[in-house]
Protein backbone atom coordinates (compact mmCIF):
# COMPACT_ATOMS: atom_id res chain seq x y z
CA UNK A 1 0.00 0.00 0.00
CA UNK A 2 1.26 4.03 -0.69
CA UNK A 3 0.60 6.62 1.81
CA UNK A 4 -0.06 9.02 -1.00
CA UNK A 5 -1.08 8.14 -4.91
CA UNK A 6 -0.61 11.49 -6.96
CA UNK A 7 -2.55 11.46 -10.44
CA UNK A 8 -0.41 13.31 -13.15
CA UNK A 9 3.14 14.14 -13.59
CA UNK A 10 2.94 17.15 -14.04
CA UNK A 11 4.85 20.54 -11.68
CA UNK A 12 2.08 20.21 -9.35
CA UNK A 13 2.23 16.60 -9.21
CA UNK A 14 5.95 16.04 -9.32
CA UNK A 15 6.59 18.99 -6.28
CA UNK A 16 4.18 16.88 -4.17
CA UNK A 17 5.82 13.79 -4.77
CA UNK A 18 9.03 15.31 -3.77
CA UNK A 19 7.60 17.08 -0.84
CA UNK A 20 6.21 13.85 0.74
CA UNK A 21 9.18 11.84 0.03
CA UNK A 22 10.94 13.96 2.09
CA UNK A 23 8.80 12.52 5.36
CA UNK A 24 9.63 9.41 4.22
CA UNK A 25 6.27 8.54 2.58
CA UNK A 26 5.99 6.28 -0.13
CA UNK A 27 4.63 8.02 -3.17
CA UNK A 28 3.87 6.69 -6.32
CA UNK A 29 3.09 9.79 -9.10
CA UNK A 30 1.35 7.78 -12.44
CA UNK A 31 0.89 10.09 -15.79
CA UNK A 32 -0.75 8.61 -18.79
CA UNK A 33 1.33 9.69 -21.44
CA UNK A 34 4.71 8.69 -22.50
CA UNK A 35 6.20 12.23 -20.95
CA UNK A 36 6.15 13.91 -17.92
CA UNK A 37 5.31 18.04 -17.75
CA UNK A 38 1.49 18.11 -19.03
CA UNK A 39 1.22 21.21 -21.55
CA UNK A 40 4.56 22.28 -19.74
CA UNK A 41 6.67 19.71 -21.30
CA UNK A 42 9.22 19.83 -24.42
CA UNK A 43 9.98 17.68 -27.53
CA UNK A 44 12.59 16.97 -30.33
CA UNK A 45 11.18 17.52 -34.19
CA UNK A 46 13.42 17.84 -37.05
CA UNK A 47 16.77 17.97 -34.85
CA UNK A 48 15.10 20.99 -32.76
CA UNK A 49 14.04 21.19 -29.10
CA UNK A 50 10.80 22.49 -28.27
CA UNK A 51 9.22 23.92 -24.98
CA UNK A 52 5.73 23.54 -24.92
CA UNK A 53 3.64 25.72 -22.63
CA UNK A 54 6.52 27.65 -20.81
CA UNK A 55 6.91 31.26 -21.97
CA UNK A 56 8.58 32.68 -18.53
CA UNK A 57 8.44 31.95 -15.32
CA UNK A 58 6.47 34.18 -12.97
CA UNK A 59 7.69 35.38 -9.29
CA UNK A 60 10.90 36.17 -10.29
CA UNK A 61 13.22 37.96 -7.08
CA UNK A 62 16.53 38.02 -6.90
CA UNK A 63 18.82 35.47 -5.67
CA UNK A 64 18.73 35.01 -2.00
CA UNK A 65 15.16 37.34 -1.73
CA UNK A 66 13.79 35.47 1.14
CA UNK A 67 10.19 36.09 1.12
CA UNK A 68 7.49 35.35 -2.13
CA UNK A 69 6.57 32.42 -4.24
CA UNK A 70 9.83 31.05 -5.12
CA UNK A 71 11.97 31.39 -2.41
CA UNK A 72 9.62 28.90 -0.59
CA UNK A 73 9.24 26.79 -3.73
CA UNK A 74 12.90 26.23 -3.21
CA UNK A 75 12.93 26.07 0.51
CA UNK A 76 10.09 23.71 0.77
CA UNK A 77 11.60 20.87 -2.41
CA UNK A 78 15.07 21.86 -1.26
CA UNK A 79 16.46 23.03 -4.33
CA UNK A 80 18.65 25.53 -5.09
CA UNK A 81 18.61 28.72 -7.15
CA UNK A 82 21.66 27.97 -9.18
CA UNK A 83 20.04 24.00 -10.05
CA UNK A 84 17.62 26.09 -12.11
CA UNK A 85 19.64 28.63 -13.55
CA UNK A 86 17.02 31.28 -13.95
CA UNK A 87 17.80 34.52 -16.22
CA UNK A 88 15.70 37.40 -16.24
CA UNK A 89 13.88 39.15 -18.96
CA UNK A 90 14.61 42.12 -20.44
CA UNK A 91 12.20 43.67 -20.92
CA UNK A 92 8.13 43.32 -22.31
CA UNK A 93 4.94 45.63 -23.40
CA UNK A 94 2.11 45.77 -23.52
CA UNK A 95 0.36 47.33 -26.55
CA UNK A 96 -2.76 48.74 -27.79
CA UNK A 97 -3.78 50.94 -30.66
CA UNK A 98 -1.58 54.50 -29.80
CA UNK A 99 -0.18 53.41 -26.25
CA UNK A 100 2.23 50.78 -25.13
CA UNK A 101 3.54 50.24 -21.51
CA UNK A 102 7.00 48.50 -20.87
CA UNK A 103 7.76 46.64 -18.01
CA UNK A 104 10.49 44.53 -16.91
CA UNK A 105 11.39 42.84 -13.25
CA UNK A 106 11.44 46.32 -11.57
CA UNK A 107 8.16 48.10 -10.98
CA UNK A 108 9.16 50.93 -10.74
CA UNK A 109 9.50 51.09 -14.82
CA UNK A 110 5.99 49.68 -15.13
CA UNK A 111 5.04 52.57 -12.57
CA UNK A 112 6.39 55.12 -14.46
CA UNK A 113 5.01 53.91 -17.90
CA UNK A 114 1.09 54.31 -16.18
CA UNK A 115 2.26 57.29 -15.13
CA UNK A 116 3.23 58.66 -18.94
CA UNK A 117 0.52 56.90 -20.50
CA UNK A 118 -2.10 58.12 -17.82
CA UNK A 119 -0.75 60.94 -15.93
CA UNK A 120 -4.56 61.23 -14.27
CA UNK A 121 -4.10 57.45 -13.09
CA UNK A 122 -0.85 57.88 -11.04
CA UNK A 123 -2.03 58.04 -7.41
CA UNK A 124 -4.79 55.33 -8.73
CA UNK A 125 -2.40 53.04 -9.93
CA UNK A 126 -0.36 53.34 -6.76
CA UNK A 127 -3.55 52.84 -4.51
CA UNK A 128 -4.35 49.71 -6.72
CA UNK A 129 -0.48 48.78 -5.83
CA UNK A 130 -0.88 48.94 -2.64
CA UNK A 131 -4.57 46.90 -2.40
CA UNK A 132 -2.36 44.21 -4.30
CA UNK A 133 -0.02 44.10 -1.49
CA UNK A 134 -2.01 43.35 1.12
CA UNK A 135 -4.04 40.20 -0.47
CA UNK A 136 -4.28 37.18 1.16
CA UNK A 137 -3.47 34.50 -0.82
CA UNK A 138 -5.24 31.56 0.98
CA UNK A 139 -8.93 33.72 1.22
CA UNK A 140 -11.19 32.12 -0.92
CA UNK A 141 -13.58 35.31 -0.32
CA UNK A 142 -11.72 37.17 -2.81
CA UNK A 143 -13.37 34.52 -5.29
CA UNK A 144 -17.01 36.15 -4.97
CA UNK A 145 -15.29 39.76 -5.67
CA UNK A 146 -15.30 40.62 -9.69
CA UNK A 147 -12.09 42.23 -10.51
CA UNK A 148 -13.63 44.53 -13.07
CA UNK A 149 -15.81 45.81 -10.87
CA UNK A 150 -12.94 46.29 -8.02
CA UNK A 151 -11.10 47.95 -10.76
CA UNK A 152 -14.05 50.02 -11.41
CA UNK A 153 -13.70 51.74 -8.58
CA UNK A 154 -9.96 52.18 -8.09
CA UNK A 155 -9.44 53.40 -11.87
CA UNK A 156 -11.22 55.68 -13.98
CA UNK A 157 -9.79 55.07 -17.32
CA UNK A 158 -11.15 52.15 -18.87
CA UNK A 159 -8.32 51.61 -21.26
CA UNK A 160 -5.87 51.15 -18.50
CA UNK A 161 -8.02 48.73 -17.15
CA UNK A 162 -8.05 46.66 -20.27
CA UNK A 163 -4.32 47.00 -20.60
CA UNK A 164 -3.97 45.63 -17.58
CA UNK A 165 -6.39 42.49 -17.87
CA UNK A 166 -4.81 41.04 -21.21
CA UNK A 167 -1.59 39.97 -19.79
CA UNK A 168 -3.34 38.92 -16.20
CA UNK A 169 -5.93 36.64 -18.52
CA UNK A 170 -3.29 35.43 -21.08
CA UNK A 171 -1.72 34.06 -18.31
CA UNK A 172 -4.20 32.77 -15.36
CA UNK A 173 -7.83 33.64 -16.05
CA UNK A 174 -9.81 30.35 -16.72
CA UNK A 175 -13.04 32.84 -16.22
CA UNK A 176 -14.75 34.85 -19.63
CA UNK A 177 -14.86 38.54 -19.41
CA UNK A 178 -13.38 38.76 -15.59
CA UNK A 179 -11.48 37.67 -13.47
CA UNK A 180 -11.94 36.76 -9.77
CA UNK A 181 -10.24 39.85 -7.57
CA UNK A 182 -8.12 36.88 -5.63
CA UNK A 183 -6.28 35.67 -9.08
CA UNK A 184 -6.03 39.10 -10.53
CA UNK A 185 -4.01 39.85 -7.34
CA UNK A 186 -2.02 36.75 -7.63
CA UNK A 187 -1.13 37.17 -11.65
CA UNK A 188 -0.73 41.10 -11.22
CA UNK A 189 2.10 40.36 -8.16
CA UNK A 190 3.51 37.54 -9.73
CA UNK A 191 4.01 39.54 -13.18
CA UNK A 192 4.22 43.19 -12.51
CA UNK A 193 5.80 42.96 -8.77
CA UNK A 194 8.29 40.10 -8.26
CA UNK A 195 8.69 39.53 -12.35
CA UNK A 196 9.56 37.02 -15.16
CA UNK A 197 12.82 35.01 -16.05
CA UNK A 198 13.49 31.57 -17.81
CA UNK A 199 16.07 28.69 -17.59
CA UNK A 200 18.93 28.62 -20.37
CA UNK A 201 17.64 24.89 -20.71
CA UNK A 202 13.92 26.08 -20.76
CA UNK A 203 11.06 24.06 -19.00
CA UNK A 204 13.25 20.54 -19.28
CA UNK A 205 15.95 21.23 -16.80
CA UNK A 206 12.69 22.27 -14.62
CA UNK A 207 11.25 18.85 -15.31
CA UNK A 208 14.75 16.82 -14.86
CA UNK A 209 15.42 18.78 -11.75
CA UNK A 210 12.29 17.81 -10.05
CA UNK A 211 12.19 14.10 -11.49
CA UNK A 212 15.54 13.77 -10.28
CA UNK A 213 15.03 14.74 -6.71
CA UNK A 214 11.67 12.90 -6.50
CA UNK A 215 13.21 9.62 -7.50
CA UNK A 216 16.51 10.90 -5.49
CA UNK A 217 14.36 10.43 -2.49
CA UNK A 218 12.73 6.86 -3.27
CA UNK A 219 10.07 8.32 -5.07
CA UNK A 220 8.03 5.95 -8.03
CA UNK A 221 6.68 7.12 -11.25
CA UNK A 222 4.56 5.36 -13.36
CA UNK A 223 4.13 6.36 -17.51
CA UNK A 224 1.67 5.53 -19.63
CA UNK A 225 -0.26 4.62 -16.13
CA UNK A 226 -3.35 6.53 -16.76
CA UNK A 227 -6.25 6.06 -14.19
CA UNK A 228 -9.42 4.85 -14.95
CA UNK A 229 -11.20 5.24 -11.57
CA UNK A 230 -11.32 5.90 -8.12
CA UNK A 231 -12.43 2.71 -6.33
CA UNK A 232 -13.80 4.13 -2.81
CA UNK A 233 -15.71 2.48 0.14
CA UNK A 234 -17.54 4.14 2.88
CA UNK A 235 -16.37 7.39 2.06
CA UNK A 236 -12.88 7.01 1.05
CA UNK A 237 -10.76 6.52 -1.65
CA UNK A 238 -8.94 3.00 -1.19
CA UNK A 239 -7.00 2.84 -4.23
CA UNK A 240 -6.78 3.47 -7.90
CA UNK A 241 -7.51 0.74 -10.85
CA UNK A 242 -5.68 2.12 -13.79
CA UNK A 243 -6.76 1.81 -17.40
CA UNK A 244 -4.77 -1.49 -17.89
CA UNK A 245 -7.03 -3.08 -15.38
CA UNK A 246 -3.90 -2.91 -12.40
CA UNK A 247 -5.24 -2.24 -9.19
CA UNK A 248 -3.43 0.02 -6.24
CA UNK A 249 -4.13 0.80 -3.20
CA UNK A 250 -3.08 3.94 -1.52
CA UNK A 251 -4.12 5.44 2.10
CA UNK A 252 -5.29 8.91 0.26
CA UNK A 253 -5.05 10.06 -3.28
CA UNK A 254 -4.08 13.93 -4.90
CA UNK A 255 -5.37 14.61 -8.29
CA UNK A 256 -3.98 17.32 -10.95
CA UNK A 257 -6.25 16.30 -13.17
CA UNK A 258 -8.89 19.18 -12.75
CA UNK A 259 -11.68 18.61 -10.63
CA UNK A 260 -14.34 17.59 -13.34
CA UNK A 261 -12.03 15.23 -14.49
CA UNK A 262 -11.13 13.95 -11.10
CA UNK A 263 -14.93 13.71 -10.15
CA UNK A 264 -16.17 11.14 -12.99
CA UNK A 265 -13.06 9.16 -11.73
CA UNK A 266 -15.35 8.30 -8.80
CA UNK A 267 -16.80 4.80 -8.63
CA UNK A 268 -19.05 5.52 -5.43
CA UNK A 269 -21.78 7.34 -7.57
CA UNK A 270 -21.96 10.11 -4.66
CA UNK A 271 -23.39 13.20 -5.70
CA UNK A 272 -20.71 16.00 -6.21
CA UNK A 273 -20.19 19.43 -6.34
CA UNK A 274 -20.60 19.71 -10.36
CA UNK A 275 -18.76 22.33 -12.12
CA UNK A 276 -18.42 23.74 -15.38
CA UNK A 277 -15.47 23.00 -17.32
CA UNK A 278 -13.31 25.82 -18.80
CA UNK A 279 -14.15 27.07 -22.57
CA UNK A 280 -10.59 29.19 -22.74
CA UNK A 281 -8.44 27.48 -24.99
CA UNK A 282 -4.68 28.40 -27.24
CA UNK A 283 -3.12 27.85 -30.30
CA UNK A 284 0.18 28.49 -30.41
CA UNK A 285 2.61 29.14 -33.53
CA UNK A 286 6.48 28.19 -33.04
CA UNK A 287 8.71 29.91 -35.83
CA UNK A 288 12.87 29.00 -35.43
CA UNK A 289 14.71 32.07 -37.81
CA UNK A 290 18.41 32.06 -38.90
CA UNK A 291 18.61 35.08 -36.66
CA UNK A 292 18.08 36.39 -33.05
CA UNK A 293 15.03 38.17 -32.93
CA UNK A 294 17.19 41.40 -31.94
CA UNK A 295 18.96 41.68 -35.38
CA UNK A 296 15.52 42.35 -36.36
CA UNK A 297 14.74 45.12 -33.77
CA UNK A 298 12.02 43.02 -31.72
CA UNK A 299 14.04 43.39 -28.67
CA UNK A 300 10.86 42.09 -25.90
CA UNK A 301 10.82 39.26 -24.26
CA UNK A 302 7.08 39.16 -24.69
CA UNK A 303 4.65 41.66 -26.02
CA UNK A 304 0.82 41.42 -25.31
CA UNK A 305 -1.02 43.12 -27.85
CA UNK A 306 -4.65 44.06 -28.52
CA UNK A 307 -5.97 46.08 -31.55
CA UNK A 308 -9.13 47.74 -30.37
CA UNK A 309 -9.57 49.94 -26.74
CA UNK A 310 -11.76 46.76 -25.55
CA UNK A 311 -9.48 43.70 -24.52
CA UNK A 312 -12.26 40.68 -25.47
CA UNK A 313 -11.53 37.68 -23.38
CA UNK A 314 -14.12 34.56 -24.10
CA UNK A 315 -14.04 31.78 -26.22
CA UNK A 316 -14.14 32.85 -30.06
CA UNK A 317 -16.93 32.14 -32.58
CA UNK A 318 -13.71 31.49 -35.20
CA UNK A 319 -11.06 29.00 -35.61
CA UNK A 320 -8.59 31.40 -33.77
CA UNK A 321 -9.02 35.09 -31.82
CA UNK A 322 -6.60 37.58 -34.11
CA UNK A 323 -7.69 40.57 -32.35
CA UNK A 324 -5.03 39.58 -29.30
CA UNK A 325 -2.13 37.46 -28.97
CA UNK A 326 0.85 36.86 -26.60
CA UNK A 327 4.31 37.19 -28.66
CA UNK A 328 7.31 35.67 -26.83
CA UNK A 329 10.89 35.49 -27.90
CA UNK A 330 12.74 33.36 -25.44
CA UNK A 331 16.52 34.32 -26.71
CA UNK A 332 15.19 37.58 -25.22
CA UNK A 333 16.21 37.17 -21.67
CA UNK A 334 19.58 38.16 -19.80
CA UNK A 335 21.82 34.73 -20.58
CA UNK A 336 25.02 33.95 -20.68
CA UNK A 337 25.43 32.77 -23.79
CA UNK A 338 22.81 32.74 -26.70
CA UNK A 339 20.29 29.70 -27.86
CA UNK A 340 21.00 27.57 -31.09
CA UNK A 341 18.37 29.17 -32.86
CA UNK A 342 16.20 32.81 -32.67
CA UNK A 343 12.27 31.72 -31.62
CA UNK A 344 9.26 33.80 -31.86
CA UNK A 345 6.35 31.95 -30.51
CA UNK A 346 2.43 33.45 -31.06
CA UNK A 347 -0.48 32.20 -28.95
CA UNK A 348 -4.12 33.28 -29.33
CA UNK A 349 -7.06 32.67 -27.95
CA UNK A 350 -8.91 29.16 -30.26
CA UNK A 351 -12.28 27.56 -30.47
CA UNK A 352 -11.92 23.74 -28.96
CA UNK A 353 -15.14 22.66 -31.04
CA UNK A 354 -13.68 23.78 -34.37
CA UNK A 355 -10.53 22.07 -34.08
CA UNK A 356 -12.04 18.75 -32.55
CA UNK A 357 -14.32 18.61 -35.35
CA UNK A 358 -11.61 18.39 -38.15
CA UNK A 359 -10.66 14.59 -39.65
CA UNK A 360 -6.60 14.18 -39.85
CA UNK A 361 -6.68 15.58 -43.27
CA UNK A 362 -8.64 19.13 -42.58
CA UNK A 363 -6.49 19.44 -39.23
CA UNK A 364 -3.39 19.02 -41.04
CA UNK A 365 -4.58 22.18 -43.62
CA UNK A 366 -6.11 24.06 -41.08
CA UNK A 367 -2.78 23.94 -39.16
CA UNK A 368 -0.94 25.75 -42.05
CA UNK A 369 -3.66 28.16 -42.53
CA UNK A 370 -4.08 29.23 -39.13
CA UNK A 371 -0.69 29.58 -38.60
CA UNK A 372 -0.06 31.92 -41.41
CA UNK A 373 -2.94 33.69 -40.50
CA UNK A 374 -2.14 34.06 -36.93
CA UNK A 375 1.41 35.04 -37.82
CA UNK A 376 0.22 37.72 -40.34
CA UNK A 377 -2.11 39.00 -37.17
CA UNK A 378 1.11 38.99 -35.05
CA UNK A 379 3.34 41.05 -36.99
CA UNK A 380 1.27 43.92 -36.84
CA UNK A 381 3.13 44.53 -33.48
CA UNK A 382 6.41 42.96 -33.90
CA UNK A 383 9.05 43.82 -36.96
CA UNK A 384 8.16 41.14 -39.82
CA UNK A 385 10.43 37.92 -39.50
CA UNK A 386 8.81 35.98 -41.84
CA UNK A 387 11.71 35.90 -44.50
CA UNK A 388 14.10 34.42 -42.12
CA UNK A 389 11.77 31.67 -41.22
CA UNK A 390 13.49 28.29 -40.86
CA UNK A 391 11.27 25.72 -39.97
CA UNK A 392 7.87 26.13 -37.81
CA UNK A 393 5.29 23.79 -35.51
CA UNK A 394 2.09 24.72 -33.97
CA UNK A 395 -0.27 22.96 -31.54
CA UNK A 396 -4.28 23.66 -31.18
CA UNK A 397 -6.46 23.18 -28.31
CA UNK A 398 -7.21 18.91 -29.34
CA UNK A 399 -3.22 18.78 -28.53
CA UNK A 400 -3.23 20.19 -25.06
CA UNK A 401 -6.62 17.72 -24.38
CA UNK A 402 -3.68 14.93 -25.85
CA UNK A 403 -0.96 15.92 -23.12
CA UNK A 404 -3.55 17.15 -20.10
CA UNK A 405 -6.75 15.77 -20.21
CA UNK A 406 -8.38 19.44 -19.73
CA UNK A 407 -11.98 18.98 -20.96
CA UNK A 408 -12.36 21.49 -23.90
CA UNK A 409 -8.68 22.02 -23.62
CA UNK A 410 -9.06 23.93 -21.53
CA UNK A 411 -5.54 25.72 -20.02
CA UNK A 412 -6.45 26.79 -16.72
CA UNK A 413 -9.19 24.54 -16.08
CA UNK A 414 -12.42 25.28 -14.93
CA UNK A 415 -13.35 28.56 -13.69
CA UNK A 416 -14.58 27.91 -9.75
CA UNK A 417 -11.76 26.82 -8.13
CA UNK A 418 -11.12 24.91 -4.79
CA UNK A 419 -8.81 26.60 -2.53
CA UNK A 420 -8.57 24.27 0.46
CA UNK A 421 -8.12 21.32 -2.50
CA UNK A 422 -11.02 19.31 -0.82
CA UNK A 423 -13.76 17.00 -2.03
CA UNK A 424 -16.88 15.30 -0.79
CA UNK A 425 -14.32 12.48 -0.34
CA UNK A 426 -12.38 12.34 3.02
CA UNK A 427 -8.79 11.66 1.63
CA UNK A 428 -8.95 12.49 -2.01
CA UNK A 429 -7.83 16.00 -2.30
CA UNK A 430 -7.14 18.28 -5.35
CA UNK A 431 -3.89 20.18 -7.09
CA UNK A 432 -2.89 21.72 -9.60
CA UNK A 433 -4.69 24.37 -12.11
CA UNK A 434 -8.20 23.88 -10.78
CA UNK A 435 -7.03 24.57 -6.86
CA UNK A 436 -6.19 27.60 -7.65
CA UNK A 437 -2.62 29.05 -8.23
CA UNK A 438 -1.17 28.96 -12.38
CA UNK A 439 1.78 29.28 -14.11
CA UNK A 440 4.79 26.61 -13.20
CA UNK A 441 5.82 28.64 -9.99
CA UNK A 442 2.29 28.54 -9.09
CA UNK A 443 1.60 24.92 -9.70
CA UNK A 444 4.81 23.71 -7.66
CA UNK A 445 3.40 25.76 -4.83
CA UNK A 446 -0.18 23.79 -5.04
CA UNK A 447 1.70 20.56 -5.12
CA UNK A 448 3.63 21.78 -2.05
CA UNK A 449 0.53 23.33 -0.06
CA UNK A 450 -1.93 20.68 -0.75
CA UNK A 451 0.88 17.94 0.54
CA UNK A 452 1.48 19.67 3.50
CA UNK A 453 -1.92 20.89 4.39
CA UNK A 454 -3.72 17.39 3.47
CA UNK A 455 -0.97 14.63 3.05
CA UNK A 456 1.83 15.27 6.44
CA UNK A 457 -0.73 15.48 9.13
CA UNK A 458 -1.46 12.71 10.18
Given at each position: MY???I ?6 G?A?G??LA?FD?R ?7 FT????N??Y ?7 D?G?H?L ?6 GT ?5 A?L?R????SW ?12 IV ?5 LR ?8 R???S?E???Q?D????L?S?I ?5 L ?5 EIS??Q?L?E???D?KL?E ?9 G?A?E??M ?8 F??IF??G???PHA?V?LI?K?LV?Q???LG??LK???GV?R?A ?5 V ?7 G ?16 T?R ?12 P?R?S????I????V??KT ?7 T ?6 E??W?K???P ?8 CS???F?Y??P ?6 RI?A ?7 R?L??H??R ?5 W??R ?7 F??DYRSR?I?TDM???T????F?G ?5 V????E?Q???R?HL ?9 Q??V??V?S?M ?7 M?CL??
Amino acid sequence: MYDTIIIGAGMSGLAAGIRLAYFDQRVLVLERHFTIGGLNSFYRLRGRDYDVGLHALTNITPKGTKKGPLARLLRQLRISWDDLQISPQVGSDIVFPGTRLRFDNDLDLFRSEVSREFPKQSDNFDRLISEIVEYDDLDDSHQEISARQRLGEILTDPKLVEMLFCPLMFYGSAREHDMDWGQFSIMFRSIFMEGLGRPHAGVRLILKQLVRQYRGLGGELKLRAGVERLAVEDGKVVGVVLENGEELTARRVLSSAGWPETMRMCDDGAPVVSRQPGRLSFCETIASLDVEPKTLGHRSTITFYNDSEEFTWTKPDTPCDLRSGVICSPNNFQYGKPLDDGTIRITALANFDYWRGLDEHDYRLEKLRWYDRITESAVRFVPDYRSRVIDTDMFTPTTIVRFTGHDNGAVYGTPEKQIDGRTHLDNLFICGTDQGFVGIVGSIMSGIGMANMHCLRD
